[in-house]
C-alpha cells in the first residue's frame, strides 16, 4: 500500500474563493523544505498517463514536491480536446494550482507540462514573470503536425523566466532544428534537451512503465542540471 501511495501521490483538492478549482494529485518529498513542480496534462489526455506519474513519483523521490493536475478543461469533462476560447481558464487553473502549492513547500515552484498543458504554462509565465520561477515543458507543440508554418511562439519573446525543454527527435510537432530557432526567440536562459527516438509522448518505443520511468529520470537529471544553477 506504501508503494501504491508514492507512485500516486494523494489526492489534492482545493477551492480558491477567487480562481478555479484546483484538483489532482501531490507527491510530497520525504523533506520539507523543498522546491515545487506544479505538471499538467496535453489536450488528449489527463494527469493520469504514465509518463506523468512517473515523473511525479521521480521527482518527489529527489526531493521535490510535485502537484500533478487536471486542467479546467478537463475537470468539466473527462474526455475530448479543450474547447475554443477556454485557453485563458486554463492559464488561471495553473495560477491556482502554482498557489496551492506555494502553500507546500518553501522553495522555489516551477509550473509546465506536457504539450497543450506545457504551451499554456508558458503562456502565463509570458503574461506575468512572477506567476513561478521557472516553466519545465514536455514536448511543446510547436506548430500542428503538417502545418510548419503556424508556430506557437508569438509569446516567446515575452519569457523572462528560465525555461527547459525536453523534446522527441520525432516529434510531428516540431522537428529539431525547428525547436533550436523557436527556443532562440526567448530572452530568458534556457536549455533544450532531445530523446532520442522520442515522438510526442515522448516516450520512444512501446510505452511501458519502466521506459515511462526511464525518461522520467532523464528529464529529472535535466532538470538538476539546469536548475541548480539558477
Avoid at 142 to 154: F, V
Amino acid at each position: 500500500m506504501a508503494e501504491r501511495v508514492t507512485q500516486r501521490g494523494e489526492a489534492f483538492a482545493e477551492d480558491p474563493p477567487d480562481g478555479p478549482a484546483v484538483r489532482g494529485f501531490l507527491h510530497r518529498p520525504e523533506k520539507s523544505g523543498s522546491d515545487g513542480w506544479v505538471v499538467t496534462h496535453g489536450a488528449g489526455g489527463n494527469c493520469g498517463s504514465s509518463l506523468l506519474v512517473s515523473l511525479a513519483a521521480c521527482f518527489s523521490e529527489a526531493g521535490v514536491c510535485v502537484l500533478r493536475c487536471y486542467l479546467p478543461f478537463r475537470q468539466a469533462r473527462s474526455q475530448g480536446p479543450p474547447r475554443p476560447g477556454g485557453a485563458a481558464q486554463d492559464r488561471e487553473g495553473l495560477r491556482a494550482a502554482v498557489a496551492a502549492l506555494r502553500n507546500e513547500v518553501s522553495g522555489r515552484v516551477f509550473v509546465g507540462g506536457q504539450s497543450y498543458g506545457g504551451r499554456q504554462a508558458t503562456m502565463l509565465a509570458a503574461e506575468d514573470r512572477r506567476a513561478a520561477d521557472g516553466v519545465v515543458l514536455v514536448s511543446y507543440p510547436l506548430h500542428p503536425p503538417q502545418a510548419p508554418g503556424k508556430k506557437r511562439t508569438k509569446h516567446f519573446p515575452q519569457l523572462l523566466v528560465p525555461a527547459l525543454f525536453i523534446h522527441g527527435t520525432n516529434d510531428p510537432f516540431g522537428t529539431p532544428e525547428e525547436m533550436e530557432e523557436a527556443v532562440k526567440l526567448i530572452p530568458a536562459q534556457t536549455k533544450l534537451a532531445f530523446v532520442e527516438g522520442g515522438g510526442h509522448g515522448l516516450v520512444p518505443g512501446k510505452a511501458s512503465r519502466a521506459s515511462s520511468e526511464k525518461v522520467a529520470a532523464r528529464i529529472l537529471e535535466e532538470f538538476q542540471s539546469f536548475f541548480s544553477k539558477r
